[in-house]
């Protein structure tokens, strides 16, 4: 039986802290929060924000907190676990709607681009991570967002599950009264987007966050990394050099190649971002076949600028990824795919349209949708689509 217990609550304006301990594993240490500005969320949030760190890897988890009984029953429903807390009086989280949007924004590419298309009074929010993140916070802190600091990188929760990135957005949700909210994720984040069903597609709202009161609004999961920076390169192009510098080390791949994108997009766009350009990685980072992301960008990077340069951060790329590169236009790279406006909320959409059509980022045509599964095909023999 696997139980987690989160114990010695320490929680003041701008601060929560707490103990945990894996006690199958026996790992245990404390995790803190810093809120700036500094609110006290309550205590029903905080749960909410911690279950993100257990995911569905323990069979009890324990709460020495008062929690609603209906927030400990969502928590049990989420996490498949036994969950005990303090009883509370029964706070069901209920807000007046009005169609406030929150970002959970990290300064890169695709949330600045998901900003552009968000209503202009949306609310940023950020997680510090400190260490080699340090970096991003520089260039984020530098906008209107409220900020969660907090250590939990340095501790093995952060291996159960992604959704912790989100905690920010649920501590502040109260307090920013948010009934929607997003990350920056794009289509090449994962190959089940290229599915004809694609799971993303249906925009079913992760459970912390529905338990939050928020629903979930994918503002730019329809657009590839190209797309982004078309939005960016039309919206706000004096963003862009000193995202790129904030999102990774010089000599990393990740870097390297949303340079190149950005060149790219500078050179269609006509317009000088002010690039700091670095060299090439000192030898290329993956093999073809190793990184969903990476490969299927390097089609358009072989398309726009040619197999020497998408060679410098992927080895040995097939001869017939080259030959499909040449043959195809590859605008649908430059577009929207339409399968993530269909559940996109309703009341949002007319909004998110008329900034993308700004851009002149449109929807796929029938072309558009020929390349894009002879792409598919051709990547689906490295993965599973």
Not at 78 to 107: C, M, P, Q, W, Y
Not at 180 to 191: C, D, K, N, V, W
Not at 346 to 351: N, R, V, Y
Request: hydrophobic letters at 40%; glycine letters at 6%; proline letters at 5%.
């Amino acid at each position: 039986m696997s139980k987690i217990t989160f114990t010695n609550f320490e929680i003041s304006d701008g601060y929560i802290s707490f103990h945990y301990k894996e006690e199958l594993v026996g790992e245990g240490g404390t995790i803190y929060f810093e809120l700036v500005p500094g609110i006290r969320p309550k205590t029903d949030l905080i749960a909410i924000a911690i279950s993100t760190l257990c995911a569905r890897k323990y069979t009890s988890i324990h709460y020495d907190l008062q929690v609603s009984n209906s927030t400990v029953s969502a928590i049990s429903k989420f996490t498949l676990a036994n969950v005990t807390a303090k009883e509370s009086l029964d706070n069901n989280i209920h807000r007046k709607r009005r169609n406030n949007v929150t970002l959970n924004f990290s300064g890169g590419f695709d949330s600045l681009a998901a900003k552009c298309l968000m209503p202009d009074d949306t609310s940023l929010v950020s997680m510090d991570f400190g260490g080699r993140f340090s970096r991003e916070k520089t260039f984020f802190e530098k906008f209107d967002t409220y900020i969660v600091r907090t250590n939990l990188l340095e501790t093995p929760l952060k291996d159960n599950t992604w959704s912790f990135m989100g905690i920010a957005s649920i501590l502040y949700s109260d307090y920013l009264g948010t009934d929607y909210q997003t990350f920056g994720s794009i289509l090449e984040a994962g190959p089940n987007n290229f599915s004809d069903a694609p799971i993303a597609a249906k925009n079913v709202s992760f459970p912390p966050f529905k338990m939050a009161g928020m629903e979930n609004a994918p503002y730019v999961l329809g657009l590839t990394e190209v797309g982004t920076l078309n939005v960016l390169g039309h919206h706000s192009p004096e963003l862009i050099a000193e995202s790129l510098d904030s999102l990774a080390t010089p000599g990393e791949e990740k870097r390297y190649r949303k340079q190149v994108l950005s060149q790219i997009a500078s050179n269609k766009i006509g317009i000088n971002f002010g690039l700091n350009i670095i060299d090439r990685p000192a030898r290329p980072h993956f093999k073809f076949g190793q990184n969903f992301a990476a490969d299927f960008l390097s089609f358009y990077v072989i398309k726009n600028i040619g197999i020497e340069i998408a060679s410098h951060t992927i080895s040995e790329i097939p001869e017939e990824v080259q030959k499909l590169a040449d043959k195809l236009n590859l605008d649908f790279y430059e577009r929207v795919n339409p399968n993530f406006l269909v559940n996109f909320p309703k009341p949002l959409l007319a909004g998110l349209l008329s900034k993308l059509a700004e851009a002149d980022v449109f929807p796929y045509t029938q072309k558009d949708w020929e390349e894009f599964y002879e792409i598919r095909n051709l990547l689906s023999i490295y993965y599973s689509i």
